[in-house]
């Protein structure tokens, strides 16, 4: 038994991917750009509406238009293409997938476009101008929210396909490691899973039934506390997938080898089991929450710091040793032995860099008397431009530069290469500039989620004028980045010359201590995650059923 298996995991890394797992992450990331393309240019229509250079119609409202491009961004862009990355690193280290587990991506996919369709028709039809949070009370289309739950739905079946393939290939491998890059892929399927259970159980149980009109009233809070629970988690996976790329990939495209698989395994761990827990930083403002509750989930917040420190060493380190193998001389002489000229460095290289700033607002934001500051301000949105925009998506591109030739059996060429440098400077100085602009708009006190207008021209709100016209200039530098990075995905799906790319997975150091097998125990680290989120969850939400302010009925605001 044992024989063909690894003779079959051996052909599959020889002769590539399957036609028919290609074709699964192919479509997926077809869809996560094509979400790109349209969220980014309604993005650019709210900048240009912010800055007072475009009125827009009266057919399309400017929170129609935010609402949109939130869930283009935030749940299409990065569902998709969270999906199509793990389940081609699922096939490529595990064998290639099993004909069930193509299946359940296909199911999934499948509910996942029905259910975005069902949610983007009253979106357009002036019927869903929610948000993409849609807090109660406000309230849209009840197939708005359906098809909300639609999309979890299949996100689940694409959850539990992972599992099959990883406990399957577990059964035939015993005693042995998963790849770590299915390790990664196992963590991130995990908190997808435990993670939007919250949500559904708000859209499911509470919104749907509110919005149909069958219950009169709904309770705001525990609305709002399960939607961060999953809100807060979202993020986190948006962050494993992009570092599990900075682990295992980048080390192999600037031609050195992995970061300890212990420790890297450590970190994967310590995120799944602190993510969930952190969901009312989000929430300092609200009422109802002991200080002392807040103070745990800000903790909790701060605590996944840890990890992302040790991150950001494990790099460093990585980028040091292989310069300096390479010949690279003197304490930072080394970084000129960088392959600057390769995207695929480059790009994530850059969101690594991001990620510095980036963290250090979220501290900012988590802490009690400065989110009173930048609640609410554009500052927020900054900073979800700069860990979200820059951070996460520019390692999402840098990793199209190889997945998407991989898939479609060709090859990334100089010229396409070439593109992608200047589309990652590009996309550098739009983010720096439009998200240093809303940072600063915000601390001025200028509100995110709110169409261009000068208070009868007060004199704090002309003042702002200035940022926001700098905030327009960013995206329309953004604008071009989408259009040349949705080109080049484009150019290497169908038109870049045959050929086999390889799949960038770093080896371990010669010599690396082995990595202990405790590490692989999954049931224990789901329950003690279970353990924390008890501890987070179960007080406050007990408190707001218990003693419940009356509900709110449903309010259509615009
Ligand atoms: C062409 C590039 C982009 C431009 C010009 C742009 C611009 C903007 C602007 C002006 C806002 C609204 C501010 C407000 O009124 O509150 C906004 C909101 C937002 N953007 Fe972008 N953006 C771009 C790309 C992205 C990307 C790539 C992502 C994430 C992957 C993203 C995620 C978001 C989110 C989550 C919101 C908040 C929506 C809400 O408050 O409901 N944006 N963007
Ligand atoms: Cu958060």
Redesign the pocket.
Known sequence: MAIPKTLKEKANKAMGISAEDARITKTYLFVAFMA?LI???L??L??LN?AGLLELPSWLN?YQV??A??LL??VV??AFFTIGYFYAALSHTLGGLLPIVRKMAWIGFGLKIVGFVFAVIPILMGNASV???FYPPMAASPWFYIGLALIVVGVWICAFGAFIQVANWRKNNKGKHVPILSFFATGVFILLFFGSLPVAIEVIVMIIPWSFGWVKTINVMVARTLFWAFGHTLVNIWYLTAVSAWYVIVPKIIGGKRWSDLLTRIVIIALVIMNITGGFHHQIIDPGISASVKFMHVFMSLAIGFPSLMTAWAMFAVFERTARKNGGKGIVGWYKKMPWGDVRFLAPFIAMLAFIPAGAGGIVQSTNQLNQVVHNT?WI?GH??LT??MS??MTFFGISYWLVPYVSKRVLTPAINKLGVIQTLIWTV?MII?SGS?HTVGLLGS?????YTTYGDNATALGWDPYLLM?AV??TL??I??LLQVYAVINMMFFAPKGETEFPIAEEEEGASKTPYWTERWGLWIVIMLIFVGMAYVIPLTEFIVNAPPGSPPFKTW
Do not use: A, N
């Open positions: 790109l969220g980014g240019l993005g650019l709210q900048g912010r400017y935010l609402t491009h939130g961004l935030v862009l990065t948000m993409y949070t554009m949105v979800f431009h979200l925009g996460v998506v739009g439009m809303m509100p995110r989620r709110t169409s905030l960013g995206g953004l604008i980045g989408v």
